[in-house]
């Protein structure tokens, strides 16, 4: 089988969780990674073995820092099946003209708008619709948390009214600039914050509303989830459809916080301690008056990796099936790993 | 006129501010202060010149340290006419005995149940029924800004639901022994919160529900509010509802954070920079289906403070009228001043 020839343009965060997440399927290969400097990300990247594209103007430097680069991005796009825009939230605008002038398909992540791409992907929800898809935009990590609880809430109950307060990190934990390291910071000030309506991008049926707040601390977002609806039910069913679900995790044995969560990860040897599902404490679902609580974790920088895996799948037309893509990602990953 | 001899046993957090409040006011005076151990605290109540009541045992370390007691904590409970108990929660139930012995009143704070004083406080909410009482609970930071929220609004619109998330500093500025430090808690994990229901022990026809999230910050707490009520309202009516509150103060002008507003506090020359009032950022208040949103920030030191110095006076039947009090109380404290 001939794979998939994919380049990851922006190895930052996300970027190079996506690239070794491709790496690890039999269906998909990287043929680039894009890199702006030379820095420490990049050192690894070429340590891994990993073809470095740079813009034109700064192929001396990486030359000089001792990892040539195979070319220019322009070059990688060429040499590419797909590309998965990993540049920063409203970057990844202005290279769509290089992506249609090669002819490659793209992939963006949440901090695009919804119009760039036309479409909006969450893998529970709407697999099905990206299938042979050129453009698609993988939702952020907050909104791909909130579809993958909300959707089969949905299904099996009706969801009348989401009601979400995300309590949100002020940064990634390889960021020394941004704070707050002291406060709350209610962002944004007026209501509703995006997370909500961006909800709808993937699945517009669903009413919402969200209100966001920057916290001190890097590990993980927080979410408080309100969902009225239409059937009445217990506090089993509810953990029975989460549980069931392919990419929810229940969190508990004295995991009281996102960073017990994040030493799990770690004493599970997951990839720099990625915590790829949406962490939910059982413990905390509350049902009553027909309204569902819980209180779920969320890996700001990996939990939308397996979905751009499943994204390539499904534009590539490499299988059809979304659980079946789910699957196959989730074990090459290593996601069902003890 | 005589002043009501008010003693404040366990110097603390609440307990200093609650000392120095009843200093602020003309028809009441502090007795003396009850303090286990001399430390700075201690030193500092000393240089204030307010009588130090100390455990028996504990009498010569206070000598030894330079700051002679004025004798023990019953010798000061027997001194006065009312004592605020600011023990540490779960401490003050064992002083009931005391007080009842010595024929003084009492007020306990939030910490302690309900059930210990039998009535729950808040000035806005029930002055009136305290008029005269011998046992009073103030409710805690948490529930005091709630009771000053909710009341006006239920009495205007009518309030059919409400739902509220607190993301609760994790300590106080003086706790070095406290975390987290980079994570965010859910706590307790099982909903709902004890805050909603604590509302009911002041407003008991008020359907609440609430959850808290324990964050890595020491300044204040942040509530998200959310409203259902009986009444179609608009932003400007919410406002207006709010804006005459005596203790609800909108917040702007830059402050975009709980540490700003601790800035505002601090140049405004706040003791201690104390920010007694409900801090809701107007810009938040959104109103859509019949339902309210709003941000409002919480001083979790202060807040309480001139709900304790309303209480004594309607309990000690200095003035019968609790908008006056309020007034009163207000003024004297500093806090009309720009």
Redesign the interface.
Known sequence: MVKAKIAVNGYGTIGKRVADAVRAQDDMEIIGISKTKPNYEAAVAHQLGYDIYAPAANLGAFEKAGMPAAGTIEEMVEKADLVVDCTPGGVGEGNKSLYEKAGVKAIWQGGEDHSLAGFSFNAICNYEQAVGRDLVRVVSCNTTALCRAIYPIDKELGVKKV?V?L?R?ATDPNDVKKG?I??????P????SHHGPDVKSVLPQINI?S?A??????????H?V?MEVDKDCTVDEVKNIFGSQPRIRFVGQGM?????IMEFARDMKRPRNDMWENCI?P??I?VGDK?I???Q?VHQESIVVPENIDAIRAMMELESDGAKSIEKTNKAIGLYNK
Do not use: G
Not at 182 to 187: L, T
Not at 189 to 192: A, F, T
């Open positions: 009601r307060i309590a990190r707050p002291n406060a709350i910071v209610p962002d000030i007026k209501l509703p509303t209100a707040l920057k916290i001190p601390t890097t590990l993980m977002h927080v408080t309100n009281s916080s996102t960073a017990e404490w413990e905390s509350t309204e609580y819980f209180f974790a």
